[in-house]
């Protein structure tokens, strides 16, 4: 009875979203390509059916259909649909569209284990239901043959149910005996197994008290509690995935002079590679050709560009500026410079592996308890009575009653209404522990570029320099797609400075660009190509003429938010540090403007990891706020780890949290909330724990009915979950 | 009490199609978009004929 899944649908993801779109692609073409965009704006019906009729009014578009609730349209059409296409036609309408890759996404589409538990508590649900309407037909009074019948009846009802339903809970107690270990499945398998066999010899014997109601509820309230885990985590690991997705991985391979695009997978050693600028290197290589700079802030933090010409050898990850380049692959896919960094994370010890759940801990204390009190109360029972039958009755009945119906509620349905809450401030959780660890911490560690600056420059000395020189310097950067010279046109612009008159400009790749200016040269760029000496700020030089070079200084501009995050963390009492890859000048000015006073500059990632290994070995709990991929064996031995989107998939991957907007501001939110949650936890577990006191000791001394077990059970369950709700 | 030989049967019978009809919204991709179902209904775009 689960759910089979359509066999090859891994090479039809999103047909499970339209079968009969599926059946008519078949009957057309059935090469169809599948496309998928991500749309972040749709939030209303007008949107769907806008989208959805641009999409299939296009040529060669077979069938769209948009999804609100993971914010994605899913297309099949034609081969030769490009999807650029699409994603300018969703534009011209006004809504933010992005093409996601279809490869990385299929994964999620196929939600087999989801359904599988749904199943599994939808059957539990339906015999629960029914049993418990004979079982309250008993209990009002029904007696003799009637109350037998009804007993049988449940009985047949119960059997198959409790087979089909209580499947997962069987397999993981066994893996866990298996391994000599104890988890809460084991006492709940031994509690619903107990409870049906004691019933079906009650039942045999013409007894007056089964169990089969409290089995079923057992099951269905304890699947309940799982099915909401799955869901938690099943939302956050496909929003991770489309993050993964939004970068879609395609090179332009160069061959006989000709360029053809090609998936990353697909290269390899030894190959062209022509990269145009704004591009991220997919391969580690040697550039053949052309001249640039190149961006390294993924792989360092520095901000200042570095230059790049013919014979340099560059790394996977760095990012392309100004010109075009052709690179010969030197190492492809696992074994680029960016894998070998993103190895350092499997050294360092995870904050993660290091944590036992309040789960795990209750589970610790609780599994062996229930076990020896059930074990006693049968033996007890026994030597008073001689008497298997009682023993066992009343065995099963307290294993009933500590079974952790409330217990296995109390950390799913919190976990769920926090993680729901954060989700909608733009926060994904993608670890189960997450909002635990980071409930403790005391310390947060901040990376500079990237994290709490945008990583784009700001040009800070405009009205240092005479306005005619800044029109020049407008003028040459608006030939240039470098991002310094993007900065100047932006703050000439900002400050209504009109750009000068400019004849034969033409940019050098890697230098600057020069032109003609009321009969001089006139040329912006690199410190040594004006003939000027290179500072440690972040600068570009304008030579008018023969005339001194002027310095265009920049800073990198803060993130939204990142003044109040931190000032926020520093009143909830934590200590901030920020320790970036950077130069000490351009980290000092920061450090100051937000206030901190524990700052570290020029960090090579493996300090990084030691300083916050050293922060740990203190006995502080440290949470983690980094980009990079020199952040990545930093975020992954942190005691809790947050990146912004913006990261790179090795940094997002290592991380337990990712910032979904632009702003910062809610990680000091996060904070509270992680500690809201963590309150509530505790406290159901109180409430599981106050249940128990109440009740073992009705169950011990047998006096617990099944109407007792049934109430207890179901008013525990519900107290927890409505406690859990309050946090919204 | 007779009546019970019917009306248990008839109990179950009707709790048995309740299930089998969430196994077929289940099986049928109902659960996937339930944000977008609950917008779908306020569309008047196949108010006159459902969707060929």
């Known amino acids: 009875m689960t759910a089979p899944m359509r066999p090859g649908i891994s090479a039809c993801p999103a047909c499970s979203a339209a079968p009969a779109a599926q059946a008519l692609a078949h009957q057309d073409t059935v090469l169809d390509a599948r496309i998928a965009l991500s749309l972040p704006t749709i939030h209303c019906a007008a949107c769907i059916s806008a989208v959805e009729d641009v999409l299939n009014a296009y040529p060669g578009v077979h069938n769209a259909r948009v999804n609100l609730t993971m914010k994605r349209a899913s297309i099949e059409a034609s081969p030769d649909v490009m999807p650029d296409a699409l994603v300018r036609a969703v534009r011209a309408i006004g809504y933010e569209a992005h093409e996601l890759d279809a490869g990385t996404l299929s994964a999620t589409t196929t939600d087999k284990a989801g359904r599988d538990l749904l199943m599994r508590l939808a059957v539990a649900g339906f015999a629960a239901m029914n049993v418990m309407l004979l079982s309250v037909s008993v209990w009002s009074g029904a007696a003799d043959a009637t109350r037998d019948m009804f007993h049988w009846i449940s009985a047949l009802i119960t059997m198959p149910v409790i087979v089909f339903s209580g499947q997962p809970f069987y397999r993981n107690a066994w893996a866990a005996l298996r391994h000599g270990r104890l988890n809460m499945d084991v006492p709940i398998t031994l509690a619903i197994l107990l409870a049906v066999i004691t019933s079906l010899w009650e039942t045999s014997l013409s007894g007056a008290h089964a169990y089969f109601d409290a089995a079923l509820a057992l099951t269905f309230f304890l699947l309940a509690g799982r099915y909401l885990d799955y869901r938690t985590r099943a939302i956050a690991r496909s929003a991770a995935e489309e993050l993964a997705a939004l970068e879609v991985p395609r090179a332009f391979l160069l061959k006989d002079g000709q360029e053809t695009q090609v998936p990353v997978a697909q290269l390899a050693v030894g190959d062209l590679i022509r990269l145009r600028p704004g591009g991220r290197l997919p391969v580690d290589g040697v550039i053949v050709d052309g001249q640039t700079e190149l961006d390294r802030a993924m792989l360092t933090g520095e901000t200042v560009p570095v230059f790049a010409g013919p014979g340099q050898a560059v790394s996977a990850g760095e990012v392309n500026l100004t010109g075009v380049l052709t690179v010969r692959a030197t190492a492809v896919g696992q074994d680029t410079s960016l894998h070998r960094m993103a190895d350092l994370v499997a050294i360092a010890e995870s904050g993660r592996s290091r944590y036992t759940s309040l789960a795990d801990q209750a589970a610790k204390l609780y599994a062996p308890g229930v076990h020896i009190l059930s074990g006693l109360s049968f033996v007890g029972w026994y030597f008073y009575t001689w008497d298997v039958r009682t023993a066992l009755n009343i065995a099963a009945a307290v294993l009933i009653i500590t079974c952790p119906c409330a217990l296995g509620l109390a950390v799913p349905a919190v976990t769920t209404a926090a993680s729901g809450r954060l989700f909608r401030r733009g926060m994904l959780i993608k670890d189960a522990t997450a909002l635990e660890r980071l409930a403790q911490i005391d310390t947060v560690v901040f990376d500079k570029t990237g994290t709490l600056t945008q990583g784009t420059p700001v040009l800070t000395n405009l009205h240092n320099h005479p306005p005619q020189a800044m029109a020049v310097a407008m003028a040459l950067a608006a030939g240039s797609a470098h991002p310094l010279s993007q900065a100047i046109v932006r703050a000439g612009a900002a400050a209504g400075l009109e750009p000068a008159q400019i004849s034969a400009l033409q940019e050098r790749p890697g230098y600057g660009t020069m032109g003609q200016w009321q009969g001089q040269t006139v040329r912006l760029g690199r410190a040594a190509?004006?003939?000027?000496?290179?500072?440690?700020?972040?600068?570009?030089?304008?030579?008018?003429?023969?005339?001194?070079?002027?310095?265009?200084?920049?800073?990198?501009?803060?993130?939204?938010?990142?003044?109040?995050?931190?000032?926020?963390?520093?009143?909830?009492?934590?200590?901030?540090?920020?320790?970036?890859?950077?130069?000490?000048?351009?980290?000092?000015?920061?450090?100051?403007?937000?206030?901190?006073?524990?700052?570290?500059?020029?960090?090579?990632?493996?300090?990084?990891?030691?300083?916050?290994?050293?922060?740990?070995?203190?006995?502080?709990?440290?949470?983690?706020?980094?980009?990079?991929?020199?952040?990545?064996?930093?975020?992954?031995?942190?005691?809790?780890?947050?990146?912004?989107?913006?990261?790179?998939?090795?940094?997002?991957?290592?991380?337990?949290?990712?910032?979904?907007?632009?702003?910062?501001?809610?990680?000091a939110q996060a904070v509270q909330t992680a500690r809201a949650a963590t309150r509530r936890i505790r406290e159901n577990f109180t409430v599981a724990t106050v249940y128990n006191i109440v009740a073992v000791p009705l169950a011990v001394a047998g006096l617990c009915s099944p109407l007792i077990a049934a109430l207890a059970m179901s008013l525990s369950s519900i107290t927890v979950s409505l406690n859990a709700l309050r946090l919204r | 009490m007779e009546i019970l030989v019917i009306l248990i049967p008839v109990s179950l019978l009707l709790g048995g199609a309740g299930l089998l009809f969430f196994v077929w919204t289940v099986k049928s991709n109902q659960y996937d978009d339930p944000d977008g179902d609950a917008q779908r209904i306020l569309s008047g775009q196949w108010d006159d004929h459902p969707k060929p």
């Open chain 1, 529 to 667: 190509w004006v003939g000027a000496q290179a500072g440690a700020q972040t600068s570009a030089w304008l030579q008018i003429g023969t005339g001194a070079p002027l310095q265009l200084t920049f800073a990198d501009n803060l993130r939204a938010g990142a003044a109040q995050a931190v000032a926020e963390l520093k009143q909830q009492g934590c200590n901030v540090i920020m320790i970036s890859g950077d130069a000490t000048p351009a980290v000092a000015a920061l450090a100051a403007e937000l206030g901190i006073t524990d700052w570290q500059a020029e960090a090579l990632p493996a300090e990084k990891l030691a300083r916050i290994e050293a922060l740990s070995a203190a006995g502080h709990k440290v949470l983690m706020v980094g980009d990079g991929l020199n952040d990545t064996a930093a975020l992954s031995a942190a005691h809790a780890s947050i990146s912004p989107a913006s990261a790179l998939d090795a940094a997002r991957v290592a991380s337990d949290i990712v910032l979904l907007g632009g702003d910062l501001a809610p990680i």
